[in-house]
C-alpha cells in the first residue's frame, strides 16, 4: 500500500515540509522560552547567543541576524536590550566604524552554558523515539532546503 504523501508530488511535499516546519519552528520557540524561563531570557535572547558562540568570535548583528534567519532590525533590539541587561557586550569593530562587533560578557557566557547543558538533556529526550537514519535524513534535507533558499 503507498504512503498517502508517495502520491504527491515533489513540489506538494516541499510544501508540506515548509508548513511542518513552520509549525515546529512556533513550538520550538514555545519551547526555548520554557527552557529559558528560569535565566530570565527568551528564545530570541538564546539564540542570539548561540548565534555569538558558534562563531568563537565576537560578531555584528548582520551576521547573527544571518545565522537566525530574522531581521538586522530584530537582532539589533535584541543585543541592545542584552546589552543593557549585562549579558553581551559590544566593542569597536576594526573592520567598519559602525558595526560594532557584539561578543558575550562573563555573565553571558555562564547563562549560556548552563542552557547548554540543560538544552543537551532536552534534545536527548526529544530524540528518543526517532532512529538515526530518520535524523541524517532530515537533516540533510533540511539543508538543501535551506541552500535552495539562501540563493533565491
Known amino acids: 500500500m503507498l504512503s498517502r504523501w508517495m502520491m504527491d508530488t515533489n513540489g506538494e511535499v516541499?510544501?508540506?515540509?515548509?508548513?511542518?516546519?513552520?509549525?515546529?519552528?512556533?513550538?520550538?520557540?514555545?519551547?526555548?522560552?520554557?527552557?529559558?524561563?528560569?535565566?530570565?531570557?527568551?528564545?530570541?535572547?538564546?539564540?542570539?547567543m548561540g548565534a555569538i558562540v558558534k562563531a568563537d568570535q565576537p560578531v555584528t548583528v548582520s551576521e547573527i541576524s544571518r545565522v537566525m534567519g530574522q531581521s538586522r532590525q530584530?537582532?539589533?533590539?535584541v543585543v541592545d536590550v542584552m546589552s543593557k541587561d549585562g549579558l553581551v557586550q559590544l566593542l569597536d569593530n576594526p573592520n567598519h566604524k559602525k558595526a560594532k562587533l557584539v561578543a558575550l560578557t562573563e555573565a553571558g557566557?555562564?547563562?549560556?552554558?548552563?542552557?547548554?547543558?540543560?538544552?543537551?538533556?532536552?534534545?536527548?529526550?526529544?530524540?528518543?523515539?526517532?532512529?538515526?537514519?530518520?535524523?541524517?535524513?532530515?537533516?540533510?534535507?533540511?539543508?538543501?532546503?535551506?541552500?535552495?533558499?539562501?540563493?533565491?
Open 109 to 152: 557566557a555562564v547563562v549560556y552554558e548552563k542552557l547548554d547543558r540543560k538544552q543537551e538533556q532536552w534534545a536527548a529526550s526529544g530524540a528518543q523515539n526517532i532512529d538515526r537514519e530518520e535524523l541524517d535524513r532530515a537533516l540533510s534535507a533540511l539543508h538543501k532546503m535551506a541552500r535552495y533558499l539562501e540563493r533565491k
Open 74 to 77: 530584530a537582532t539589533q533590539r
Open 14 to 48: 516541499f510544501t508540506k515540509i515548509v508548513l511542518e516546519v513552520f509549525k515546529v519552528s512556533g513550538l520550538l520557540n514555545t519551547e526555548g522560552d520554557q527552557l529559558t524561563e528560569e535565566f530570565g531570557l527568551s528564545s530570541a535572547r538564546w539564540k542570539v
